[in-house]
Structures are given as C-alpha cells and as structure tokens.
C-alpha cells in the first residue's frame, strides 16, 4: 500500500469519506455540523483536493491525459454501474426490492451525468462522473488558453461562473436534461481551480497564519452566516443541482472556503498522530471505494435485520414496506442505530476491498510461480 507524501491531504480525505457516510447515515456523528453542515462544503472539498494535485504538465500530451481520466474513473464507474444494474433487476426479479430502473443504453451510460439515481445504491457515485466533466473541460480551457492563464484571474472568472451556475439552477435550469451536467461541472470547476490556486500561491501564506486564527475565523464566519440565512447555508444536492436556499448565489462558495479552511487545518494538526497510520492511508486511498458502494452496506446491515426479525432472533419495529421502497431506509428508533451504519458504509467497502487485494495478489504470485 503506498503511502501518501502529503500527510495534511490524506486525513483530509479520509475525513471527507467519513462526511459523506455520516451524512447519508443522518449524521449520527456530525462533526461540528452546527458550524459546518456537510452539504455546505464536503462536496466541493472533494474538487479542491482533486484540483490541488493537478499538474499542468500533464497536459503535454493531452490525449494521453483524458484516456488516463478514462481508465481510472470512467471505466471503473461504468463497469461497477453495470454491476449495479444487474444487482437491482436480480433482487427486483425476486421480490426483495421494488426499486430501480431496467438496464439499458440510457441508463448505464447517459444517466450518470445526470442524476445517477437510476439503481440507487450507487447514486452517490454521481461525483465521478461530474469530476471526469469537471477535468475535461477544465484541461481543455487550459490548453486552449495556456499562454495567457493565470491563476488567480481563472479562479475569479469561475467563481463567477459558477455563482452563475447557482442562479440557473435556482431559477429551474437544473430540470433541463442536457443542461444539468454543465451546470453541475460549472459549480464544482471552481473548486478545482481554488485548489491549484492553493497549491500555487495560497499554501504557504495559509501554514503562516496563526492556528487559532484559522479554526475561529471559519467558525465565526459562518455563524453569521447561519444567523443572516436563517440556518440556510446549506446545499442538498449538487448531484441534480437543487436544495440551494439561499438567494445569495455566492454563499455555497464562501461555506465551501471556510469549511475547507477550518478542516484542513484540522488535518494538519492531525499530522503528528495519523500521519503514518496505515487505517487512515487506507481509506484515503480508496475514497472512490467507499463513496461508490457505502449505500450497498447500508442495505446489506438492512438484510442482516430484516432476516434477524423473520427469524424472530431480533424483536423490532422493522419497516419492511420502506426497506422494499428505497435504498435509503434507515432503521433508527434511536439516533444511536445510525452509527451502525457508518460503521457498515465505512469498513465494509474497505473490507472488501482489502480482501480482494489480497486474493489478487495471491494469484498474481501463484502465475508467476
């Protein structure tokens, strides 16, 4: 397992996964949400850190570049979506859930840039295929515009774009079909572009802050914030561009920042305890894993319960009628049981995925013998 050379980024990643387990869980955890609700930055986050580690050098052989993106995103996220397709039609066809549309050309290929809610348990996975736009087109501006790009001046024109883009989607945009993925990639592209510009010139202006000065100033930022909007800083759904409360178009950037801002300092002063733990560069190292299949253990804890009450082992009020319905049922007659689901949504894909490494590397070793 390789070990990542920056140690403040890795935990921010790790917490980042960790933020949008909780979430879809109902929060049972919710670190420091009073200030920093997850859907007012964790999604963006996600862009920024992408964005920092973009190299522009990479772009010298552009093709090589985008069928790089191709292979390491795309492809992985359809072949799973494949996976996923078939799942659903199986359980459907055997009356265990009465969710999810048929696989076809649409649904496998054209919906996920949409609102990839088309199996439900992989709809989370809708931010892979919107970053694979996000770095497209913003590879693409950059080779058009190389000899006049600068940094703070394209972060500034895609702030406003994508202040724009809040608008649009506000005012209904966001209903349009073939407008939905542009406007998705207008809003986050801008967060890709902050994190080249951290990399380039913020970095080092940000380690010489005060470490109080950098918590507290977030902090009370967005308490004015939320006293100003009526606790509505928040942004429910970038995957289909809604759940934007505010009228202040430019506020979901400003809560990024300071959500960002407050824990990635965080993550530095985690440096010192996790930055050589094994656990930690494991789930940062695969976020894509986690993000991609949290909602399959979700259900799969869901099972476990509902064959634990047919069986009468466990006496419970069980909804069988929400658990057929959706993915998203959550047995929760106390906000205790939605940590459960952090637990399965977290180790379970790593689990899995650590067993599966292993069985390939054994095979690997037993050809080569």
Not at 44 to 71: A, D, N, Q, R
Not at 213 to 235: E, H, R, S
Not at 286 to 294: D, K, L, R
Request: charged share 10%.
């Amino acid at each position: 397992m390789s070990q990542k050379s920056n140690k403040s980024f890795m935990i921010l990643s790790a917490l980042g996964i960790l933020f949008v387990v909780d979430a879809h869980a109902w929060s049972p955890l919710g670190l420091m949400t009073n200030f920093f609700p997850y859907n007012s930055f964790f999604m963006p986050m996600f862009c920024f850190i992408s964005g920092y580690f973009f190299k522009p050098e990479k772009l010298e052989s552009f093709f090589t570049f985008i069928l790089h993106k191709v292979k390491n995103l795309l492809f992985p996220f359809f072949i799973w979506n494949i996976f996923y397709g078939i799942l659903v039609t199986l359980l459907k066809n055997i009356g265990i859930i009465s969710y999810g549309e048929p696989i076809n050309f649409y649904t496998i290929f054209i919906q996920p840039f949409l609102d990839c809610n088309m199996f439900q348990f992989n709809f989370p996975a809708w931010f892979v295929p919107a970053l694979f736009l996000v770095i497209v087109i913003y590879s693409v501006m950059r080779k058009i515009f190389i000899r006049f790009w600068n940094e703070i001046v394209m972060f500034i024109i895609f702030a406003l774009f994508g202040t724009a883009c809040v608008y649009f989607s506000r005012i209904g945009y966001n209903t349009i079909p073939y407008l939905l993925p542009f406007l998705k990639a207008g809003f986050l592209i801008q967060f890709y572009q902050l994190g080249r510009l951290f990399y380039t010139y913020l970095e080092k202006f940000y380690h010489k802050l005060p470490t109080l000065l950098v918590l507290v100033l977030p902090i009370v930022i967005n308490t004015i914030f939320i006293y100003k909007t009526n606790n509505q800083i928040y942004f429910n759904d970038i995957a289909t561009m809604a759940g934007f409360l505010t009228q202040f178009d430019f506020l979901p950037l400003l809560t990024s920042i300071t959500g960002i801002c407050f824990w990635l300092k965080i993550s530095e002063l985690l440096v010192p305890i996790l930055g050589n733990n094994k656990i930690i560069n494991f789930v940062s190292n695969n976020t894509w894993t986690v993000m991609m299949h949290h909602i399959l253990f979700f259900n799969i804890y869901n099972m476990l319960l509902a064959i634990s009450v047919k069986l009468s082992i466990l006496h419970i009020p069980f909804d069988f009628s929400s658990f057929q319905a959706t993915a998203w049922y959550r047995f929760e007659p106390v906000a205790a049981c939605r940590v459960l689901y952090v637990l399965f949504g977290i180790c379970g894909p790593l689990v899995a995925k650590y067993c599966t490494e292993k069985i390939a590397i054994k095979i690997i070793n037993r050809r080569r013998e």
